[in-house]
């Protein structure tokens, strides 16, 4: 035992003492390893014991049985009082292994299973089965009794799969926000869409949203409204046989749609005919001509420049001739026009005056700054470009200025609008609930208070005196404006294929809400002579929407409200 | 050497006790595994339940059906704005007959109709 060795070869060594050493000696040293070997195995023991005990239960959380596999979970879609729109419940489907079912007779399990399901068509079941693939789906979602009846049947090769079914209690109520899912509860339409756009697709693919534990999406929109908007809507298209009818309720001050209807809609639970061209979203996937409406951006332009004021006057005597076209009013008046008559007789002559004379790029650019040149992005994936003209000339902005040679989405024009009552502030509009703060930080000042206030004023006049007393309602101080356009059929304005729309500000000394109610080719009744211009149609559904959703959006009536020149115009001076 | 003896009898029953509570601790907690994953799932289930039991309120409470049964039911018309008032409009509040702090407030409605009643009737016991 020299020194020279190294110290582990010395440690074994003296542990393990050759025969000449002495029986206690080497005992000892055996013992000494036993204990050391031993004391290693007991630490270990310890350490992993600690490890075990520390470490969370991450292996039993991200175990899955095979039958979550295909149970991807959605978050619940509440509106904005918390009712369920769109839900998440577990169903059964049925599957079959073919390879392992050929041993059974093909012939005998298809006529005991469509006993059970009749509506299974036999040859497709006979030619599943009887396939040699390892998988395939029979039924999806069938019912828990029928779940029952086919396992008593006790066939082989045969089983069930729990998966989320996505069901909307509402039905088509908000079909055409909520939008819809497919056999995979994959999102093909509106929200629903929108959340997987969002990020639940991702979660679906890495596999944690197997579990209902996401967080609700809760929507801008209120149910109770947004029923007796449809419940009107509906009547009014039978009313007025319309192709179709579209409203939208916007909260002016957050952006928030409190309601979106477009009828026809679909059940979103059996979205067949949803991609039917008729049943689209009028509101942000169609694009139209506004007509008459879009004369309250025109005044808007026009007072907020400071060129015109609410005192002057543009001549109307005559029809306006612009190039080979003759623009004409509607009801003429052959005289020289104020603008606020201009606005209450709805003269196109006096609109096209008052953009001429602000000028072709400050009306071009005053519509781009209120975001009606542009694709309107919200949650909704259903869009459409704005059509706009390539060359933008003294005509464009003649025929614009009183809505007709723009075609935009009716929800943009909505959001446009509501900019001009609510003090001026442009807010993008939301489907999801949001904060006034959230929509201060959001919006965007496009005109002057005084403008705004003068807006209002244009607007209740109108409703006291001009084409939109038919939609006012007493007691909640209506504002609003018509708008009637001629379609376009084959490049051609055609005369009695018209859209009709109202805008109405509720109420128009403080605006709360601003209300579109839109129908797509109405037909003329007996008692208007015929006529189906908005005030016969538009404006007296939107009276209708009005008394029905104000006490609900909680708008308390007022009798003794003077008229619009002492209550809007008079403060509006005041402020100064 | 006696004394080694001792100590390897107690270092044995301690290795027999140790081992046996071990055992027993190891059965606990499978035996609480299993509690676990059995209310995990008793929980998932509830939860499945809740959501089916929710879409289904949420179907009956649907405006549209209630509208339905409303008109078929119900002689009930829709609200008129005049229907409604304010809260300034609405008469002051009659005087108190009860002071606030009266433990019993029936009797003290008693006490005062009888203060307001002609003199001579008798105060005092029941019978």
């Not at chain 1, 009536?557 to 115009?569: H, N, Q, S, V, W």
């Amino acid at each position: 035992m020299s020194p020279a060795q190294p110290w582990h070869r010395r440690m074994v060594q003296s542990l393990l003492y050759g025969y000449h050493v002495d029986r206690e000696k080497k005992a000892k040293a055996r013992l000494g390893l036993a204990i050391t070997v031993f004391a290693l195995i007991y630490a270990t023991i310890a350490v992993r014991l600690v490890i075990l005990a520390v470490a969370p239960d991450s292996h039993a959380a991200r175990r899955m049985g095979p039958q979550d596999a295909v149970a991807t979970a959605r978050p619940d879609i509440l509106d904005r009082n918390g009712d369920v729109l769109a839900t998440d419940i577990k169903a059964s489907s049925l599957f079959a292994e073919p390879q392992r079912a050929r041993v059974i007779d093909v012939d005998e399990a298809v006529e005991l299973l469509t006993a059970v399901l009749p509506d299974l068509d036999s040859n497709e079941l006979r030619d599943r089965l009887g396939s040699k693939r390892r998988f395939a789906w029979l039924k999806r979602e069938i019912t828990p009794e029928q779940q029952v009846e086919i396992h008593r049947l006790g066939l082989p090769g045969i089983g069930f799969l729990t998966e989320n079914r996505r069901v909307y209690p509402d039905g088509p109520e908000a079909s055409h926000v909520v939008g819809y899912v497919n056999v995979d509860n994959q999102g093909s339409a509106g929200i629903e869409k929108w959340l997987d756009e969002s990020g639940l697709a991702d979660l679906h693919r890495a596999g944690f949203a197997s579990d209902r534990q996401q967080k609700p999406v809760q929507l801008s929109i209120d149910l109770r409204v947004q029923h007796a908007v449809r419940n009107e809507l509906i009547a009014a298209r039978d009313k007025f046989k319309a192709d179709g009818a579209a409203a939208v309720v916007l909260d002016v001050h957050t952006g928030e749609v409190v309601s979106l209807v477009s009828v026809p809609d679909y059940d979103p639970s059996n979205p067949r005919g949803a991609l039917d061209f008729s049943r689209i979203n009028r509101l942000t996937k169609g694009v139209y001509e506004m007509g008459s409406t879009f004369k309250a951006l025109t005044m808007a332009m026009a007072l907020d420049s400071g060129k015109v004021k609410i005192s002057s006057s543009f001549d109307a005597r005559a029809p306006l001739h612009y190039g080979r076209f003759t623009i004409h009013d509607f009801h003429a008046q052959n005289r020289v026009l104020t603008v606020p008559e201009i606005f209450t007789y709805s003269s196109n002559i006096g609109a096209a005056r008052m953009a001429l004379a602000i000028g072709v790029p400050e009306h071009r650019a005053f519509l781009k700054k209120l975001g009606q040149l542009d694709r309107l992005h919200t949650e909704l994936p259903e869009g459409h470009d704005p059509i706009v003209p390539a060359q933008w000339g003294e005509l464009n902005t003649v025929t614009i200025s009183f809505g007709h040679g723009l075609s935009v989405a009716p929800l943009q024009a909505v959001m446009g609008v509501a900019a001009l009552v609510n003090g001026g502030i442009l807010i993008p509009p939301t489907f999801l609930k949001r904060s006034p703060q959230e929509a201060q930080g959001l919006g965007t000042r496009v005109i002057k208070p005084e403008t705004s206030a003068m807006m209002r004023y244009l607007m209740r006049l109108n409703a006291e005196k001009g084409s939109a007393k038919q939609a006012d309602v007493p007691g909640y101080y209506v504002g609003g404006k018509t708008g009637t356009a001629e379609k376009v059929i084959n490049g051609h304005y055609v005369k009695t294929r018209l859209l009709t729309d109202f805008m109405a500000v509720l109420p128009a000394d403080d605006p709360r809400y601003l209300i579109l109610v839109m129908l797509d080719e109405p037909q003329g009744l007996p008692e208007n002579n015929g006529s189906a211009v908005s005030a016969y149609n538009a404006g007296p559904t939107t009276a209708k929407i009005i008394a029905r959703i104000a006490p609900l959006l909680g708008i308390t009536p007022r009798f003794e409200l003077p008229p619009a020149d002492r209550l809007i115009l008079a403060s509006a001076k005041e402020t100064r | 050497m006696n004394l080694v003896r001792m100590l390897n009898l107690v270092v044995v029953a301690a290795l027999v006790l140790a081992a046996a509570y071990v055992y027993k601790i190891k059965f606990e907690s499978t035996l609480q595994a299993e509690r676990v994953a059995k209310l995990r799932n008793e929980i998932r289930h509830e939860r499945d339940k809740i959501a089916a039991l929710r879409a289904e309120w949420s179907q009956l409470d649907n405006p549209s059906r209630i509208q339905g049964i409303a008109e078929r039911h119900l002689s009930l018309k829709s609200v008129e704005a005049t229907q409604f008032d304010t809260l300034d409009h609405l008469p002051e509040r009659p005087p108190d007959r009860v002071s606030p702090d009266a433990s019993d407030p029936i009797a003290a409605m008693i006490e005062s109709l009888r203060n307001d009643m002609p003199t001579g009737t008798v105060r005092g016991k029941t019978p």
